[in-house]
């Protein structure tokens, strides 16, 4: 799903991210690398793997867009648990292999907790907003002056089935969501929750459902 927003095109992509052609940048929100290991520090029974799916979903994104630049739109790490050894070396190893990219981090509330990846991971950490073209990059979805806003931290979703379905027979999807001044990408984490949004009249809201980015019609 291709649209105009600010005078230049975004791209929505089914595995959750964007994609800005006129800058060759991928974007990403939360990924929440190492929240599954966190969780499991505290004693919570969680699943394994998800930061190995993250990084393989990056991957795949990286070559069906030939991105040179990913940028994640914070909350790339979780917690200062995340730091665990098999988490590092996962994200370490995936770095190694993808040397050539250029990496951005807009530093949101989670990072701030967890502080800075590693030097050796080149990660260019910026505070928000980072501008690039008629952009403003950001973790805190707010507007900013003589931009266009793309944000995260929301993990916007909306439920679909209607108000006479069983409760057991409505979806809960990620979603783009996109006002006046501000858009919000979903969370790209493969271990994140969702909050589902209330759209005003006059947004635009794109539902991500299998291999598929759809419109979703608002009042």
């Not at 858009?183 to 209330?198: D, E």
């Not at 635009?204 to 019609?217: E, K, M, Q, T, Y």
Request: glycine fraction near 10%; proline fraction near 9%; hydrophobic fraction near 45%.
């Amino acid at each position: 799903m291709e649209l105009e927003l600010a005078g230049a095109r975004l791209r929505l992509l089914p595995q959750r991210a964007a994609f800005l052609p006129a800058e060759d940048l991928l974007l990403v929100a939360d990924a929440h690398i190492g929240k599954a290991a966190s969780f499991r520090r505290l004693g919570v029974p969680v699943p394994q793997g998800t930061t190995t799916e993250t990084l393989d979903r990056l991957d795949a994104l990286l070559e069906a867009t030939g991105a040179r630049r990913l940028a994640f739109l914070g909350d790339f790490l979780h917690s200062a648990h995340a730091r665990a050894p098999a988490t590092w070396a996962a994200v370490h190893g995936w770095r190694r292999r993808r040397a050539a990219l250029e990496l951005v981090l807009v530093r949101g509330n989670h990072d701030r907790h967890a502080g800075d990846p590693p030097p050796d991971w080149r990660l260019h950490c910026v505070d928000e907003p980072w501008r690039v073209g008629p952009w403003a990059l950001v973790h805190h979805p707010a507007p900013v002056a003589g931009a266009y806003v793309l944000a995260g931290h929301l993990h916007p979703a909306v439920r679909l089935g209607g108000r006479g379905a069983r409760a057991q027979d409505r979806l809960r999807l990620p979603c783009f969501h996109f006002g006046p001044a501000v858009g919000v990408l979903p969370a790209f984490g493969a271990f994140t929750g969702q909050h589902v949004v209330r759209p005003a009249p006059g947004d635009r809201v794109f539902v991500v459902h299998g291999d598929a980015v759809r419109a979703l019609p608002v009042a």
